[in-house]
T-cell receptor, first 113, second 114 residues
């Protein structure tokens, strides 16, 4: 079984709809992250969380919100989706005490029409 | 602020030859880590190799090695004996002192020719 899972894997939605992307991990890591990747580009950090009570904005947080429901679960919400939020979204986790390697989920491909 | 630059948008390499993918970085943190990830066409991000800023030796992992030149702020990935399955996007990334967040470069698309 995958250590970091994301649901859904693919989603097509319309402008103005609320969307939630979910991430779960079985690695026991405290730290979780949401990234976005646009075609042909690297990943950019949206939000990150160091533990259940700690949520921080990343480079491109506008238009997004997150919820850390438990150590193993970190959800990303688009309150009112717009077409330029069409992208590949990755969840990642890392261990506080390790070298900093992040373990990525398989990604969610979101299309906003 | 941290910055990662990958100046090669795309590269070709002949199967079984070695290839170097360039990465330069900029940071004011005294301690940092450098990573390389592979992203095949299926989209997942696969960790390849890690180099700590205080590591005395260049990191190696199988056919992957990292040519770390601290004074030049470069962390190039060397893939030896390229295989067709190495065709993918490759991303260089860096973490600084503040909590393991990664800053990514724009990536290099490697295409291995048979």
């Amino acid at each position: 079984d995958a250590d970091v899972t994301q649901t859904p894997r693919n989603r097509i939605t319309k402008t103005g709809k609320r969307i939630m992307l979910e991430c779960s991990q079985t690695k026991g890591h405290d730290r979780m992250y949401w990234y976005r990747q646009d075609p042909g580009l690297g990943l950019r950090l949206i939000y990150y969380s160091f533990d259940v009570k700690d949520i921080n904005k990343g480079e491109i947080s506008d238009g997004y919100s997150v919820s850390r429901q438990a150590q193993a679960k970190f959800s990303l919400s688009l309150e009112s989706a717009i077409p330029n939020q069409t992208a590949l979204y990755f969840c990642a986790t890392s261990d506080l005490h390790a070298g900093g390697e992040q373990f990525f989920g398989p990604g969610t491909r979101l299309t906003v029409l | 602020a941290q910055k990662i630059t990958q100046t090669q948008p795309g590269m070709f390499v002949q199967e079984k030859e070695a290839v170097t993918l360039d990465c330069t970085y900029d940071t004011s943190d005294p301690s940092y880590g450098l990573f390389w990830y592979k992203q095949p066409s299926s989209g997942e991000m696969i960790f390849l190799i890690y180099q700590g800023s205080y590591d005395q030796q260049n990191a190696t992992e199988g056919r992957y090695s990292l040519n770390f030149q601290k004074a030049r702020k470069s962390a190039n990935l060397v893939i030896s004996a390229s295989q067709l399955g190495d065709s993918a996007m490759y991303f260089c990334a860096m973490k600084g002192n503040a909590g393991n967040m990664l800053t990514f470069g724009g990536g290099t698309r490697l295409m291995v020719k048979p």
